[in-house]
């Protein structure tokens, strides 16, 4: 995931191409069929540092 997003209705996170694809034709979320809107998404950022932060880690120990 590189650029997670997360539904201010319903908290789930998606990466963002992906649930904007789903959106395409669906107007719910995929995990719990809340109504979703493409306004209801925001950037995760949050879980974008955590990504993020364990690449790091992961690329470090490949290092050692």
Same mark, same amino acid.
Do not use: T
């Given at each position: 995931? #590189?650029? $997670?997003?997360?539904? !201010?209705? *319903?908290?789930?996170?998606?990466e963002e191409?992906?649930? =904007?694809?789903? =959106?395409? #034709? +669906?107007?719910? *979320? $995929?995990k719990?069929? @809340?109504?979703l %809107?493409r #306004?209801?998404l925001v +950037?995760?950022? #949050?879980?974008k540092?955590?990504?993020?932060?364990m690449?790091? %880690?992961? !690329? %470090?120990?490949g290092? @050692?």
């Open positions: 995931m #590189s650029e $997670p997003v997360i539904s !201010k209705k *319903c908290g789930h996170s998606f191409s992906a649930i =904007l694809s789903w =959106l395409r #034709s +669906k107007n719910f *979320c $995929p719990c069929h @809340e109504n %809107q #306004s209801d +950037k995760n950022y #949050s879980l540092n955590a990504i993020e932060y690449r790091k %880690q992961e !690329k %470090q120990k290092n @050692e």
